[in-house]
């Protein structure tokens, strides 16, 4: 099994970013804990950061035929990146947003994610644990796929 992570724009600067809100861990971290987690089990994650909407574009459409499925957190495209949203909305596995903060607590611009309609389930509020809970989700309900 086969998982892509994607992290969208600032979120390479976790760690220093506003961490009263995001928290302390790196994104080198959070991915560490990821690659961890995924091996235990017998299955792999591949990590990409883009501050570039295109970039996290190219990366799923060449990803797309080998993954089982996809962990997303979008950053502020989550509130308008209509391109990232329709790539995504081609893909058949399931997608998984994420955020670390609790959005919904948050400005009202980001209470609207244009990704969460095309999305599987939506974690968000409980950290950068909530990458954790997300891949363990996948695991349990994802078949790998025949391409790997
Ligand atoms: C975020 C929330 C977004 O509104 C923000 O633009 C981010 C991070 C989160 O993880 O809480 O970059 O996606």
């Known amino acids: ?3 892509l992570v994607l992290h969208g724009p600032n979120l390479n600067m976790l760690g220093q970013r506003e961490p009263h809100i995001y928290g302390a861990t790196t ?3 959070i991915n560490a804990a990821l690659h961890a987690r995924a091996m235990a089990h017998g ?9 570039h909407e ?3 574009i190219d990366r799923i459409q060449e990803q ?3 993954t089982s499925g996809v962990i997303i957190n979008p950053g502020a495209l989550t509130h308008y990146g209509l391109s990232l ?3 995504l909305a081609n893909l058949s596995v399931p997608i998984i947003e994420v955020h670390i903060s609790n959005v919904y607590r948050r400005e009202p611009f980001r209470h609207t994610s244009v990704v969460a309609p095309v999305a599987t389930g ?3 509020g409980l950290g950068w644990q909530g990458y954790l809970l997300a891949l363990d989700w ?5 078949a790998p796929t025949s391409q790997q």
């Open 85 to 87: 949203r329709d790539v």
């Open 138 to 142: 996948l695991m349990q309900h994802t």
């Open 1 to 3: 099994m086969n998982v």
């Open 64 to 66: 797309a035929p080998t």
């Open 43 to 51: 299955a792999q994650v591949q990590c990409f950061q883009s501050n």
């Open 27 to 29: 994104l080198a971290q």
């Open 54 to 56: 295109g970039g996290l």
């Open 122 to 124: 939506q974690i968000t």
